[in-house]
């Protein structure tokens, strides 16, 4: 099995010692790796520092009340901890619940036909798109960044570069162009 | 497209940058709405969302980790034990939806539900019932619309939209949408503003929805 490169398979292995006997040191591991990155995704996102810890503090409980519902073949913990983040970010930040709400009950029940991977697959998926993000060309890169922490949808991202948005939405196609053909079947 | 698209799942999508936008968190509430309604039509498109979701957790990995005050992690050890505050509870994937008024009438067969918050701003987000054969009224938009074919099929142009497509217009379209014969059709629609209606019956049928 090639290596991932860092621990992805014991995240997934943290998360099922949570589910399986809430085990506290799990957690904590969980908390060191994740909360201090939880934070700094949220103060790309305009949180204040304060409001940012106290956030990632909620996203890491929130993984040990949900830690049961998690399934490693679906996802990798960091993208399991990117929508819960994400989620607590619109609920709290922007104060609009009811989308949320909704937008969390399309995706969450899924037939598991559709993502017939292992948990090892997935864990190794994480790891080349975490390579291929590294080695994304930085134009590309400053794309799908802004894309994803900043707030801003892609007219506004457009805007804020001073670039067509054909310009933004073709970078994006090729980014995700790359990185699609890495997570499985997606591209 | 020419065969019938209910079999195979809907046929058209929302593109890579309004996935992204609705995956990142980014779209406002009333679109980020009209993409979920699609997204429980649509299998490749849920796919589409759990790659992006996966990015996601990939560029976070890639952020430098934050400085933590090391009380954190000690308030969460000893959140642990305790029961779930009530706030977390409500937070909870439910079956809800977006709630949307009760129907107002327009005509026969013809019916418009506001959602009761649509979210900040002029956003709109409503659902829109036409009868059997209904042509719209020729109308225009001030900004960017999205829509959700929820129930029967209607023609735009020469393209056909049946239950579960999506579409997304920005303000440079005109047009006028024409219902299938075979049955009504009910849609979800989120808009940035008013239409911008080219008729008189048009402006009377807007002072009276707000739509
Ligand atoms: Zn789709």
Same mark, same amino acid.
């Given at each position: ?14 998360? *099922? ?86 937008? *969390? ?57 001073? *670039? ?9 196609? *090729? ?13 | ?62 952020? @430098? ?17 305790? @029961? ?22 327009l005509s026969p067969g013809m019916g418009i539900r506001r959602a ?33 074919v929820l129930k029967g099929a209607y023609k735009d142009g020469d ?53």
């Amino acid at each position: 099995m090639p290596a991932a490169r860092r621990d992805e398979p014991d995240t997934a292995s943290l998360v *099922l010692r949570i589910a399986e006997r809430q085990d506290k040191e799990a957690f904590k591991a969980l908390f060191v790796s994740f909360a201090p990155r939880v934070k700094t995704y949220l103060i790309r996102h305009g949180a204040a520092p304060d409001r940012a810890e106290e956030l990632a503090q909620e996203t890491l409980l929130t993984v040990w009340r949900k830690a049961t519902y998690y399934d490693p073949a679906r996802a990798s913990v960091a993208a399991w901890m990117f929508t819960i983040a994400r989620n607590l970010r619109i609920d709290t930040l922007r104060r609009e619940k009811s989308a949320v709400a909704y937008a *969390l009950t399309v995706h969450e029940p899924e037939s598991s036909e559709e993502t017939p991977h292992t948990a090892r697959q997935t864990a190794q998926e994480a790891g080349r798109v975490r390579k291929a993000i590294s080695e994304l060309p930085p134009e590309q890169l400053q794309v799908i960044q802004l894309s994803f922490f900043g707030d801003k949808a892609h007219a506004e991202i457009a805007e804020q570069l001073c *670039l067509p948005l054909g310009t933004v939405k073709s970078r994006l196609r *090729l980014a995700l162009a790359r990185l699609r053909g890495l997570v499985g079947d997606l591209a | 497209m020419t065969t019938s698209p209910a079999k195979y799942g809907p046929t058209k999508h929302p593109t890579d940058a309004v996935l992204t936008d609705y995956v990142s968190g980014s779209l406002r509430q009333a679109f980020s709405a009209v993409v979920a309604a699609h997204l429980e039509h649509c299998a490749d498109c849920r796919v589409a969302v759990s790659g992006l979701e996966a990015i996601g957790g990939a560029l976070i990995e890639s952020l @430098p980790a934050g400085d933590m005050d090391a009380e954190r992690l000690i308030e969460a050890m000893a959140a642990l034990d305790k @029961p779930e505050p009530k706030r977390a509870q409500e937070g909870k994937p439910t079956e809800g939806r977006v709630p949307f008024g009760g129907e107002l009438w327009l005509s026969p067969g013809m019916g418009i539900r506001r959602a009761r918050r649509a979210g900040k701003g002029k956003d709109l987000l409503y659902l829109l019932r036409l009868p059997a054969g209904q042509i719209t009224l020729p109308h225009g938009h001030n900004g960017v619309e999205f829509t959700t074919v929820l129930k029967g099929a209607y023609k735009d142009g020469d393209q056909i939209f049946a239950a579960g497509d999506f579409c997304e217009l920005d303000a440079s379209c005109d047009h006028q949408p024409q219902v299938q014969t075979d049955g009504e059709c009910v849609c979800m629609i989120a808009s940035e503003r008013p239409m911008r209606t080219t008729t008189r019956i048009g402006r009377i049928v807007q002072a009276l929805t707000g739509v």
